[in-house]
């Protein structure tokens, strides 16, 4: 059973803030990672992957990578009220991406 | 690049008819597409994989004969909805790996479907 966790929130954050979430998961093999932002009503953007452990930056977002403790974050600095949305973290394996349930980000002006 | 499209965007249909979801990569070969379904406030939940030329593999609690899935081209799926029922709205969403990047999916923007 492979297995995606991201806590579901909300989190609110206030503008120009660092907004941070996490995801856990259960399939040791995994090698890839990704980070997808879902707008309501819209699909999901791809705007992260990870492959190694580690920092990737890309302008204001951060993915963290630590396959040791089986972790993946995504920071976003700098937080803007258009980054309010779902934020989808995304483990592939055989294939296949296996999604969390997502954390709700609000960012209040 | 990877851009990937969907047609209808939405759509109403009266129970028992059918419905197909056109899903095309525009600007890549898609190797394997993808198609979800998503009910309001709740997660992407895969449905089935297709593979260009071959037959698609439909998660379990998949109704493959309720849920069509033709794989013709590198750059055309389309799911077809038969005798659709009102629980059968949702979000149907496709997405799409293509020959560069076996990994990273690129997603359709989605299609609603309403059955009333």
């Known amino acids: 059973q492979k297995e995606v966790e991201q806590n579901s929130g909300p989190l609110s954050v206030p503008e120009g803030a660092i907004a941070s979430l996490n995801c856990t998961y259960s399939?040791?093999?995994?090698?890839?990672f990704f980070w997808y932002r879902q707008y309501s009503g819209k699909s999901p953007e791809l705007i992260m992957s990870?492959?190694?452990?580690g920092d990737k930056e890309d302008g204001r977002f951060t993915a963290q990578l630590n396959k040791a403790s089986q972790y993946v974050s995504l920071l976003i600095r700098d937080s803007q009220p258009s980054d309010s949305a779902t934020y989808l973290c995304?483990?592939?394996?055989?294939?296949?991406?296996?999604f969390g349930t997502g954390t709700r980000l609000t960012v209040i002006p | 690049g990877a851009v990937v499209s969907q047609h209808p965007s939405w759509v109403i249909c009266k129970s028992g008819t059918s419905v197909k979801i056109e899903c095309r990569s525009l600007d890549f070969q898609a190797t394997t597409m993808f198609w979800y379904r998503q009910f309001p406030k709740k997660s992407l939940m895969l449905m089935a994989t297709?593979?260009?030329?071959?037959?698609?593999?439909?998660e379990q609690g998949v109704e493959k004969d309720k849920f069509l899935i033709n794989h013709a081209s590198l750059t055309l799926s389309t799911l077809t909805v038969t005798s659709a029922h009102p629980e059968d709205s949702s979000f149907y969403i496709c997405?799409?790996?293509?020959?560069?990047?076996?990994?990273?999916?690129?997603f359709g923007p989605g299609t609603r479907l309403t059955v009333t």
């Open positions: 399939d040791r093999g995994s090698q890839s």
């Open positions: 995304a483990v592939h394996w055989a294939n296949n991406l296996f």
């Open positions: 990870i492959y190694s452990n």
């Open positions: 997405s799409a790996i293509g020959q560069l990047s076996s990994y990273e999916q690129y």
């Open positions: 297709s593979n260009e030329g071959s037959k698609a593999t439909y």
